[in-house]
């Protein structure tokens, strides 16, 4: 078992910027990619960005690059998410995710294995 823990979500305005952290604890050795989901009200849960945790490549999707960037610290087995440039569009609640079975980083929620509880991050337009 993978246990994630997420940090730093809260209210902001158009424009500004947060940084989310997720601390994973328990067999960490089994992590091969970590990312981030996010899931507005009534939506579905979208991929936003995953980090490969070897040799850290990168993913995102189309309408954050350029503005979020995933990083990684292993040996403090965290991942972060450096947002700027926020949009009312990116209020949702955020969710760390660890995939333990390969080295890609894949877009399906379904082929992610461990979850966070969330954080809510709000932009105010």
């Known amino acids: 078992q993978v246990q994630l823990a997420e940090s730093g979500g809260g209210l902001v305005q158009a424009g500004g910027s947060l940084r989310l952290s997720c601390v994973a604890s328990g067999r960490t050795f089994s992590v091969r990619v970590m990312g981030w989901f996010r899931q507005a009200p009534g939506k579905e849960r979208d991929f936003v960005a995953g980090?490969?945790?070897?040799?850290?490549?990168?993913r995102y999707t189309d309408s954050v690059k350029g503005r979020f960037t995933i990083s990684r610290d292993n040996a403090k087995n965290t991942v972060y998410l450096q947002m700027n440039s926020l949009k009312p569009e990116d209020t949702a609640v955020y969710y760390c995710?660890?995939?333990?079975?390969?080295?890609?980083?894949?877009?399906?929620?379904?082929?992610?294995?461990?979850w966070g509880q969330g954080t809510q991050v709000t932009v105010s337009s």
């Open positions: 995710a660890v995939d333990t079975t390969g080295w890609v980083i894949r877009a399906d929620m379904h082929e992610w294995h461990y």
């Open positions: 980090i490969n945790w070897s040799e850290g490549s990168t």
